[in-house]
């Protein structure tokens, strides 16, 4: 069987498989569940400076659900840990002794100066913790307070605060980014500046998940008002995955490690991450929504996956999916494929021919000799993949390689040669096309 053990900036644990700094790791209550039920580490829900932070006693969760009634997108407006620092650090330093072989990184926020950083990670530093992750992500009610995204948001702060830190304390730091900004690369380079041992990301997305339309309030709805929040959960998965592949494949940031966090569900969303050049991962929503034991699946589905590949260590699925990872202009633009209907596995709900009719190339029938009939007409088919989203039926649609003959659209035969936006004619940019040198 694959050995799952991990070793993310020199902490080990047994399985790739943290949770994020939220409820789940509140206090040493929930963690030792976590821990009993697989769990290979925590980053501990923030502290900050005492007196602690005060939540509203209301509802403090939006949700997004699918038809199904399935949760796809949560929204929060909770704070940091709302303990006494002295309660917290005291069930770390236990939770630590009792649980030797996971991870336990503690997430800090505190005022952005220095005295303040230096004084907390000295406290965090006698519990024995492993490292300490820095929170430059929540979007709401801290950053308000100068915290948070707000110090995220500005990559001379996230270098600064990185530098105290690294000063500071022997512990490993993590830097938690906010997705909330425009280009994740520069907060990422501001923190490698710092000296970070590594990065992880997405924190919450900041957002209003709805309005109550009644009572005329953004959701939740605290004594008729709503305030903006951080969105997380499976919605939030793409962004990250992009954000964490900008880092790995950022030539100022490669081999920067990278903690995947936005959205995972599932092993095949951690491995998603991991391949894209997370080292680990950590999960929030999907524990909150079903519970610690859902890392049980994460761990057998990883490790089938690596007996199936034939991976022995977790580094051989890290960065594997970075160097497919390009600019679209270097997407081949040479390369053809055609949707094709599988009639057998077809129930003729016709979705794909009224998507590609109103809204793509007019490249599937409808009716063919009076009967309903759904069929792609290669000649109009620009191989979008629009057809294969909306089809209600898994796999009744694929998309087919072209690899020989004429695209019976353009009337171009199909060569295989390589060629891409760079060097195309109808590119007022493009480069003069330079044969390569023959071989002697
Ligand atoms: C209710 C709630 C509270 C959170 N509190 C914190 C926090 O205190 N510190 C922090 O760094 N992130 C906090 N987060 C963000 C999560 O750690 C995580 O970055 C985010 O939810 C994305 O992961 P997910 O999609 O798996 O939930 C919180 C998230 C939720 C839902
Ligand atoms: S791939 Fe696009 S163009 Fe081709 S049939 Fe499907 S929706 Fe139409
Ligand atoms: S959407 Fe799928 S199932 Fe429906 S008609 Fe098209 S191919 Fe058939």
Same mark, same amino acid.
């Given at each position: 069987?694959?050995?799952l053990?991990?070793?993310?900036?020199?902490?080990?644990?047994?399985?790739?498989?943290? /949770?994020?700094?939220?409820?789940?790791t509140?206090?040493?209550?929930?963690?030792?569940?976590?821990?009993?039920?697989?769990?290979?580490?925590? $980053?501990?829900k923030?502290?900050?400076?005492d007196?602690?932070?005060?939540?509203?006693?209301?509802?403090?969760?939006?949700?997004? +659900?699918?038809?199904?009634?399935?949760?796809?997108?949560?929204?929060?407006i909770?704070?940091?840990?709302d303990?006494?620092?002295?309660?917290?650090?005291?069930?770390i330093?236990?939770?630590?002794?009792?649980?030797?072989?996971?991870?336990l990184?503690?997430?800090?926020?505190?005022?952005?100066?220095?005295h303040y950083?230096?004084?907390?990670l000295?406290? $965090?530093?006698?519990?024995?913790?492993?490292?300490? #992750?820095?929170?430059?992500?929540?979007?709401?009610? =801290?950053s308000?307070?100068?915290?948070?995204?707000?110090?995220? *948001?500005?990559?001379?702060y996230? #270098?600064?605060v990185?530098?105290?830190?690294?000063? +500071?304390?022997?512990?490993?730091?993590?830097?938690?980014?906010?997705?909330?900004?425009s280009?994740?690369?520069?907060? !990422?380079?501001?923190?490698?500046r710092?000296?970070?041992?590594?990065?992880? /990301?997405?924190?919450?997305?900041?957002s209003?998940?709805?309005?109550?339309?009644?009572?005329? !309030?953004?959701i939740?709805?605290?004594?008729?008002?709503?305030?903006?929040?951080?969105? @997380?959960?499976?919605?939030?998965?793409?962004?990250a995955?992009?954000?964490t592949?900008?880092?790995?494949?950022?030539? *100022?940031?490669?081999?920067?490690p990278?903690?995947?966090?936005?959205?995972?569900t599932?092993w095949?969303?951690?491995?998603?991450?991991?391949?894209?050049g997370?080292?680990?991962?950590?999960?929030?929503?999907? !524990?909150?929504?079903?519970?610690?034991?859902?890392? *049980?699946?994460?761990?057998?589905?990883?490790?089938?996956?690596?007996?199936?590949?034939?991976?022995?260590?977790?580094?051989?699925?890290?960065?594997?999916?970075?160097?497919?990872?390009?600019?679209?202009?270097y997407?081949?633009?040479?390369?053809?494929?055609?949707?094709?209907?599988?009639?057998?596995?077809c129930?003729? @709900?016709?979705? @794909? +021919?009224?998507?590609?009719?109103?809204?793509?190339? *007019?490249?599937?029938?409808?009716?063919?000799?009076?009967?309903?009939?759904?069929?792609v007409?290669?000649?109009?088919?620009?191989? @979008?993949?629009?057809?294969?989203?909306?089809?209600?039926?898994?796999?009744?649609?694929? =998309?087919e390689?072209m690899?020989?003959?004429?695209?019976?659209?353009?009337?171009?035969?199909?060569t295989?040669?390589y !060629?891409?936006?760079?060097? +195309?004619k109808?590119?007022?940019?493009?480069?003069?096309?330079?044969?390569?040198?023959?071989? #002697?």
């Amino acid at each position: 069987m694959a050995n799952l053990a991990s070793s993310f900036v020199g902490i080990k644990s047994p399985n790739p498989f943290w /949770l994020a700094s939220a409820p789940p790791t509140d206090k040493a209550y929930n963690v030792v569940r976590a821990f009993k039920d697989g769990w290979g580490g925590v $980053v501990w829900k923030t502290l900050g400076t005492d007196p602690p932070v005060v939540n509203v006693s209301g509802p403090r969760y939006g949700a997004i +659900h699918s038809n199904d009634r399935r949760l796809i997108g949560l929204n929060n407006i909770e704070l940091i840990t709302d303990r006494p620092l002295e309660v917290n650090l005291r069930e770390i330093k236990e939770v630590k002794r009792d649980w030797p072989d996971r991870a336990l990184v503690v997430s800090l926020m505190v005022p952005c100066e220095e005295h303040y950083w230096k004084d907390i990670l000295a406290k $965090v530093e006698e519990t024995e913790a492993d490292g300490v #992750e820095l929170n430059f992500g929540c979007p709401h009610g =801290m950053s308000e307070r100068g915290m948070g995204a707000a110090v995220g *948001q500005v990559p001379e702060y996230v #270098e600064m605060v990185t530098r105290w830190c690294k000063q +500071h304390t022997r512990m490993p730091v993590i830097v938690k980014l906010t997705p909330n900004i425009s280009d994740i690369r520069t907060s !990422a380079r501001a923190a490698h500046r710092g000296g970070a041992d590594a990065v992880s /990301l997405i924190n919450t997305i900041n957002s209003i998940i709805g309005v109550d339309i009644d009572n005329f !309030a953004p959701i939740p709805t605290v004594d008729g008002k709503g305030s903006h929040g951080g969105y @997380c959960g499976p919605a939030v998965k793409p962004i990250a995955l992009n954000m964490t592949a900008e880092i790995a494949r950022d030539p *100022q940031t490669r081999g920067l490690p990278i903690s995947g966090i936005g959205g995972i569900t599932t092993w095949r969303d951690a491995v998603e991450f991991m391949t894209l050049g997370a080292g680990n991962v950590q999960v929030c929503t999907a !524990a909150m929504t079903y519970g610690f034991r859902i890392v *049980q699946e994460m761990i057998s589905g990883l490790s089938s996956y690596m007996d199936k590949h034939g991976f022995t260590s977790i580094d051989d699925i890290v960065g594997r999916a970075v160097g497919n990872v390009t600019d679209w202009q270097y997407l081949n633009l040479n390369y053809v494929a055609k949707a094709k209907i599988d009639q057998d596995a077809c129930i003729k @709900c016709g979705r @794909c +021919h009224i998507a590609c009719e109103d809204t793509s190339h *007019q490249a599937i029938t409808s009716m063919v000799d009076g009967a309903r009939h759904f069929e792609v007409i290669d000649a109009e088919c620009v191989g @979008c993949n629009l057809c294969v989203n909306v089809c209600p039926v898994e796999n009744c649609i694929t =998309m087919e390689p072209m690899v020989s003959g004429v695209d019976p659209r353009t009337g171009f035969p199909i060569t295989g040669e390589y !060629a891409n936006w760079t060097t +195309h004619k109808n590119n007022p940019m493009a480069k003069a096309f330079v044969p390569a040198e023959p071989a #002697e």
